[in-house]
Nanobody, 126 residues
Framework: VQFVESGGGLVQPGGSLRLSCEASESTLHAYAIGWFRQAPGKDYEGVSCAATADGTKFYADSVKGRFTISKDNTKSTFYLQMNDLKPDDTATYYC????????????????????WGQGTRVTVSS
């Protein structure tokens, strides 16, 4: 198991959640770690990535200004602070090793769907 995600739940629009992602040591050698989400019937979407070497961050336009990715340097844990949540943020959120650039955004390096963990479900609804 590479990642264990937690912290999801049901929240009203405008609310906040903080997701946690416990990473195995082997994943910390990746270029970046990213948060991804998958809404029912849709493909995985790269939400935010952070480079492991220098902490450079990337955010999808849909979450920019509302979500913040961070890492606890004392632990192998990444966080996604989500503020001002919207119904469109409803999805299951996952961590993945990743790479990113401004042209293509945050891209998972998982070769098959078997690599994805259980994820953590976020539902934004009134």
């Amino acid at each position: 198991v590479q990642f264990v995600e937690s912290g999801g739940g049901l929240v009203q629009p405008g609310g906040s959640l903080r997701l946690s992602c416990e990473a195995s040591e082997s994943t910390l050698h990746a270029y970046a770690i990213g948060w991804f989400r998958q809404a029912p019937g849709k493909d995985y979407e790269g939400v935010s990535c952070a480079a492991t070497a220098d902490g450079t961050k990337f955010y999808a336009d849909s979450v920019k200004g509302r979500f913040t990715i961070s890492k606890d340097n004392t632990k192998s844990t990444f966080y996604l602070q989500m503020n001002d949540l919207k119904p469109d943020d409803t999805a299951t959120y996952y961590c993945s090793t990743a790479y990113f650039n401004d042209a293509y955004g945050c891209i998972s390096t998982f070769l098959t769907d078997d690599y994805w963990g259980q994820g953590t479900r976020v539902t934004v609804s009134s």
